[in-house]
Every structure is written in structure tokens, then in C-alpha cells.
């Protein structure tokens, strides 16, 4: 069984930046698609970006509102994937967590094989 924690959620500022990490234990990693989601408070949980296992070529996808801002990535030898997040604002705030998922390229809706518990973004001022 996949355990994923993330990390590196804080406070920043409107238009700083932030490295998240999604790091995996217990299983191969490097079959996985990997996508990032977030839930603002009060609201459902959204896809952020997705990546495809390396050995589907790495096909990366984002969202409109993060597209530009946003840089997705894996490092299968550390078993993580991150997620650069640059010009933050405050409508990024909230709870950001990385799923897996083995049979889909590059999974941005629906369910997930494995979930972590994610970590907090708030941008304010």
C-alpha cells in the first residue's frame, strides 16, 4: 500500500512562492500518475495539475486559473512530486493534496487510488 504525505504549505504573501512535495512510501512509485487538488474553505475539492507516470512520457496538465503560475514535477529516484507555485494569490489558499492514480494518464477529477492528508496554503497579506 502507497502512504503520500505532502509538505511545504505556509503562509506567504500575495505573489510569493511555494515549493510543495508529495513523498511516497510503501510501494513502487514510478507507475503512478500523480495530481494535486485543493479545497478552499467552504468549498469542494479541485484539481490543480496532474503528471503522468514517466514511463507514459511525463504529459503534465493544469487548470486555467494556475496555467502560467503553476510547474508540476517528479523525481521518482526521491519518490516525490512537486509542485512549484509562483504569483500566489489569495484565492490559492487552502488545502492541497496529492493523489495517485495507476490507470489513468493524468487524473484531475474523480477518485484517486491513494489520497494524503495534505497541507495548507494560505496566501494573505
Known amino acids: 500500500q502507497l502512504q503520500l504525505v505532502e509538505s511545504g504549505g505556509g503562509l506567504v504573501q500575495p505573489g510569493g512562492s511555494l515549493r510543495l512535495s508529495c513523498a511516497a512510501s510503501?510501494?513502487?512509485?514510478?507507475?503512478?500518475?500523480i495530481g494535486w487538488f485543493r479545497q478552499a474553505p467552504g468549498k469542494e475539492r479541485e484539481g490543480v495539475s496532474c503528471?503522468?507516470?514517466?514511463?507514459?512520457?511525463?504529459?503534465?496538465n493544469y487548470v486555467d486559473f494556475v496555467k502560467g503560475r503553476f510547474t508540476i514535477s517528479r523525481d521518482d529516484a526521491k519518490n516525490t512530486v512537486y509542485l512549484l507555485m509562483n504569483s500566489l494569490k489569495p484565492e490559492d489558499t487552502g488545502i492541497y493534496y496529492c493523489?495517485?492514480?495507476?490507470?489513468?494518464?493524468?487524473?484531475?477529477?474523480?477518485?484517486?487510488?491513494?489520497w494524503g492528508k495534505g497541507t495548507l496554503v494560505t496566501v494573505s497579506s
Open positions: 510503501g510501494s513502487t512509485f514510478d507507475y503512478y500518475a
Open positions: 493523489g495517485v492514480d495507476a490507470r489513468r494518464l493524468c487524473p484531475l477529477t474523480g477518485a484517486m487510488d491513494y
Open positions: 503528471i503522468s507516470s514517466s514511463k507514459s512520457g511525463d504529459y503534465r
